[in-house]
């Protein structure tokens, strides 16, 4: 059976429907602390490339260990 078209379906979307949100957890504070995440990340690794054997690890395991997880778990 074909299905047919109603009014509801035809409707241009405006917003973000109730599904969409359960469909995507994440939000905006979600993806800056993300890219905080892997800023911090990458300065570790160029600090490291550069010698730095203090700052470096720390900012390493900072990035990896705290908030990388921070950015996924909260919601």
């Not at 995507?24 to 490339?49: D, E, H, K, Q, S």
């Amino acid at each position: 059976m074909a299905a047919t078209e109603t009014a509801e379906t035809k409707k241009p979307r405006t917003g973000a429907a109730p599904a969409d949100i359960e469909r995507n957890p994440f939000r905006m504070r979600n993806y800056i602390l993300f890219a905080a995440g892997l800023a911090i990340i990458v300065g570790g690794w160029f600090l490291l490339r550069a010698g730095d054997i203090t700052l470096a690890p720390i900012m390493l395991v900072l990035g990896y260990c705290a908030v990388l997880p921070l950015a996924i778990v909260l919601k």
